[in-house]
């Protein structure tokens, strides 16, 4: 008798024997030619632990010290990949753009690795840049004091926690500036004023079922990785936290947990933080568009701020 689906969407389905089949849509090869004004590659963070990375150049690389940003994907901790052809294209646009060197981490994913893992293998990201900056020379311009952490949604929630860990991290190898969450997934047991609305039952049923997928097993959506107000910061670790630039979409069922994320982290006293909306826009539309005007808006927004700090 074969394994029965306990967990399934459109994204994702796991078996009761404990297999995990996954939405996979097209991806995109590495390019060492000069494409659109960036170049890009795969490297190996840490092979024991099966965590690479894509970097991309601009093509400005080899003249002055660029800044660095890194990049997490989304997907619910339980899919994605930098590999996926919308987050390349997005990518070494935004690099060539901002001209930015970027660090776009492919992390272990739940239900096989539940959090903290991602949070750890994306710090780990971290101590690799600053080890193979002396050696790699895609990263001899790297501007190790200029570094900036971004992601969408589940991604955007590991760039707030290794922000954290780095600042708690006396011996951190590189110096976090700035913070760009898109579209951030945060969550807790007391629902939002749109997850109880009606007609809101299929995006509340996918939320809630990877949440229960990537949170350790035994807890529920207060737990610390999650819901906000459970964190627990010092408001020493709060002052030292870098300036923040979140972005929300009008039209995404998360948007009120962004909006909340901005808001939280004013009145717990961060020095500089930016809400932007996007306009007639869904959950990470970059993603799906990333040659529409709004993604070529998003990418400008993400240079000024990258430029201003």
């Known amino acids: 008798m074969g394994a029965s689906v306990i967990e399934s969407s459109d994204f994702i389905k796991v ?49 002055t010290m660029l800044p660095v940003l890194v990049y997490f994907h989304g997907g619910g901790f339980c899919i994605g990949s930098t590999t996926w052809l919308g987050y390349h294209h997005f990518l070494g646009d935004l690099s060539a753009t901002s001209e930015s060197i970027i660090l776009s981490v492919d992390y272990r994913l739940a239900p096989e690795n539940r959090l903290p893992i991602a949070y750890e293998d994306c710090y780990t990201s971290l101590t690799w840049l600053s080890q193979q900056k002396a050696t790699d020379s895609w990263l001899q311009n790297a501007d190790l004091s200029r570094v900036f952490l971004s ?61 229960r997928l990537s949170i350790p097993e035994g807890l529920n959506r207060d737990y610390d990785g999650c819901n906000l107000e459970q964190m627990k910061v010092s408001m020493s670790e709060w002052s030292r936290f870098p300036n923040v630039l979140v972005f929300v979409a009008e039209l995404d069922f998360l948007k009120e947990r962004g909006v909340t994320y901005a808001e939280f982290l ?44």
Request: hydrophobic share 35%.
């Open 266 to 309: 004013k009145k717990k006293g961060v020095k500089k933080v930016k809400l932007v909306e996007t306009k007639d826009e869904k959950h990470v539309f970059h993603v799906f568009r990333p040659d529409s005007e709004p993604t070529r808006l998003l990418q400008k927004q993400m240079n000024d701020f990258i430029h201003s700090v």
């Open 15 to 63: 078996l009761s024997d404990g297999s995990v089949e996954r939405f996979i849509p097209e991806r995109a090869p590495p390019s060492l030619d000069l494409y659109n004004g960036y170049k890009c590659k795969d490297v190996t963070i840490d092979p024991l632990k099966a965590i690479t990375a894509r970097i991309f150049i601009p093509s400005t690389a080899a003249a």
């Open 151 to 211: 992601g969408d949604s589940a991604g955007g929630n590991i760039a707030h926690h290794v922000a954290l860990r780095a600042i708690r991290d006396q011996e951190c190898p590189v110096r976090i500036i700035g913070i760009i969450p898109i579209h951030p997934y945060f969550g807790s047991e007391k629902r939002t004023e749109l997850e109880t609305r009606q007609g809101s039952t299929d995006e509340v049923r996918s939320n809630d079922m990877f949440w």
